[in-house]
């Protein structure tokens, strides 16, 4: 049962199958057996390595869970810091820039309808009354002829 792959799995299970059928041959090829032995150490080796690979990916698994929560952790301390200075100094305040924190801006489209509204309370302005309009001459009214 010969595998075509080409991943490392597929390889090293063609050692294994090759290894394990010359086994019982070696006593009639005895000129084969260093580098049976060779083959072995390597697939032995490269088990070594295997088990090693995963030890270190469950490692890398815990320490990046680890990073994960240490962030959530930093980012809630970030926010409540953020709240406690916006109380101190105002949610407005230029002074939250010093911290990375944007200060709350009113809305431009908002400011300027204020200034607007501002100016046209302070100025007095006369309304000039309009002039009811004559109505319209409207043509005599058709009499129903029956």
């Known amino acids: ?28 090829l005895p000129m084969l057996g260093g580098l049976h032995a060779e083959l072995e150490g390597t697939i032995q080796r490269s088990e070594e390595l295997d088990a090693r ?27 409540r810091l953020a709240a406690s200075l916006q109380t101190v100094h105002g949610f407005e305040s230029e002074k939250l820039i010093e911290y990375g924190v944007k200060p709350r801006r009113l809305r431009g489209r908002d400011r300027q309808a204020r200034k607007r509204r501002a100016l046209l309370a ?11 309009a004559a109505a319209p001459a409207s043509e005599p009214a058709a009499t129903p002829t029956a």
Do not use: Y
Request: aromatic share 2%; no cysteine; charged share 30%.
């Open 1 to 28: 049962m010969a595998t075509n792959g080409t991943s490392n799995p597929e390889r090293i299970a063609r050692w294994k199958v090759m290894a394990a059928g010359l086994k019982p041959q070696l006593p009639q």
């Open 53 to 79: 690979h995963e030890a270190l990916k469950a490692e890398i698994r815990e320490v990046n869970r680890l990073r994960k929560d240490l962030v959530a952790q930093g980012d809630d301390l970030r926010k």
């Open 122 to 132: 302070t100025t007095p302005t006369t309304v000039p009354v309009a002039e009811p």
